[in-house]
């Protein structure tokens, strides 16, 4: 790329204007990171092309029309670069010329602005023999799909989505529904937490307007930054060197305390070669037997572990002269673009950012529910063989039994309840959630 160029900015199909010589460059620019945020752009325009855009409140396009300086001192157009799904957000105080700076954000603002209160799959842990084979989980059926049939992932995803006009993208891997998540906040942070969970995070395309999500242990196609450097158009570039600690991981694995299980023992698995020490306290469970987590659970977190620190493993920092059309991906996590001071002087920027940040796994919230009924049962004990389906002594005082048809959940003993047992019990099917053994 040689030669004079110059550049013509338009939002929504209205002129942005040259910056004001005392402010810096850096002011109007334009950032696409990769997550669950939305990316940010800033510009200078008049009061009332502002006013319109703001207004309107729909997604516009960005559009910057690359010049070239011909022989004879003429401009000739070379490319017209456009960013979609941009929507007006906020703008400045009016200045003396009657300008002001406008903020935009892209589509991805919808999951930060959705809020969502949503449990998915919680269960109980209960040990009980059914034909010869030791049962340990049974999900509640107000948050799970149908009768102890848990969501799946994909499902999920959908749920989250929902709460906005996205669309939920597919999924790179194929997971197992997971076990007690609670979706708590803003869609943005939950899905950011779920993504991680798998190793995975959520990608926008500036110039498509495509949402998708990756494995950030995949390798990504950065040819336009590749074509730009064997063009000679690196400007600057940071050196980073790792250290053992961000090489590689030891992952300590800490089940949460779902009650009524015991307190469980931790777990480990290793990535990378290195010495970093990550703390994870899952949500997913061995059995009460083991107390610790299942070897499959424990080789999922690994891998998730290892696909994060991977796509941060080549830290870069790196600007280059001009516009490439570069989206962020499993090896780059934020682009930039930088505008100049006006159209015919100073230059474009294009700025190329992979750096760490913390792994946001997905905070999982106890389930507590309030008992309804509570009682003490005598004579011959309570029960059936059927683990979901058991009767409860609904009557102290008259001391006869009813058939409640209320479903059991954190039993553990096999067989029927015993005599003598203090009982909890909730007024909904699959609301039961304890049995203490108290003695006569």
Request: charged share 20%; proline share 5%; net charge negative.
């Amino acid at each position: 790329m040689s030669g004079i160029y110059g550049y013509d900015w338009f939002v929504g199909g209205l002129s942005v204007l040259s910056l004001p010589s005392n402010v810096s460059e850096e002011r109007s620019f334009i950032e696409c990171p990769r997550g669950t945020k939305a990316g940010k752009a800033c510009f200078y325009l008049r009061e009332a092309d502002a006013l319109t855009l703001l207004a309107s409140g729909a997604e516009v396009t960005i559009r910057c029309a690359i010049k070239k300086k011909a022989p004879n001192d003429l401009w000739v157009l070379e490319k017209n670069v456009q960013w979609v799904g941009y929507i007006p957000t906020e703008m400045s105080e009016i200045d003396d010329s009657g300008n002001c700076w406008v903020t935009f954000r892209d589509k991805r603002i919808q999951l930060e602005r959705a809020a969502i209160d949503v449990k998915f799959n919680s269960l109980f842990l209960m040990t009980w023999e059914i034909d010869g084979t030791t049962q340990y989980k049974f999900y509640d059926a107000e948050y799970c799909n149908t009768l102890n049939t848990p969501y799946t992932f994909d499902q999920i995803l959908d749920t989250l989505f929902n709460q906005t006009t996205l669309t939920a993208p597919s999924l790179p891997v194929s997971p197992s529904p997971p076990d007690n998540i609670h979706c708590h906040g803003t869609v943005a942070d939950a899905l950011s937490g779920l993504l991680a969970t798998l190793g995975c995070d959520l990608l926008y395309d500036p110039f498509s307007g495509d949402l998708s999500i990756v494995l950030l242990s995949d390798s990504q196609d950065t040819g336009a930054v590749d074509a730009a450097l064997a063009e000679g158009r690196l400007v600057h570039q940071e050196q980073f060197t790792l250290s053992d600690d961000d090489r590689h991981g030891v992952v300590v694995i800490w089940p949460r305390e779902w009650f009524p299980i015991r307190n469980v023992e931790s777990d480990t698995g290793s990535f990378g070669v290195g010495e970093r020490t990550i703390l994870i306290r899952d949500h997913e469970l061995a059995d009460e037997t083991s107390k610790t987590v299942g070897a499959s659970r424990k080789a999922d977190i690994v891998d998730a572990c290892e696909a994060w620190f991977t796509a941060e493993s080549d830290l870069r920092d790196e600007s280059y002269y001009g516009v490439i059309e570069q989206s962020p991906g499993e090896e780059i996590r934020v682009v930039q673009w930088w505008l100049p001071h006006s159209s015919d002087d100073g230059y474009m920027m294009t700025r190329i950012v992979n750096n760490a940040v913390p792994m946001p796994w997905i905070t999982r919230v106890e389930n507590t529910i309030p008992p309804a009924i509570r009682g003490s049962a005598t004579g011959t004990g309570l029960g059936t063989t059927t683990p979901e389906l058991f009767f409860y002594w609904a009557s102290v005082e008259s001391g006869g039994y009813v058939n409640s048809g209320y479903y059991a959940k954190g039993v553990s003993t096999a067989g029927e309840i015993p005599a003598y047992s203090d009982l909890i019990a909730w007024a909904t099917e699959y609301k039961w959630l304890a049995l203490e053994i108290c003695g006569e």
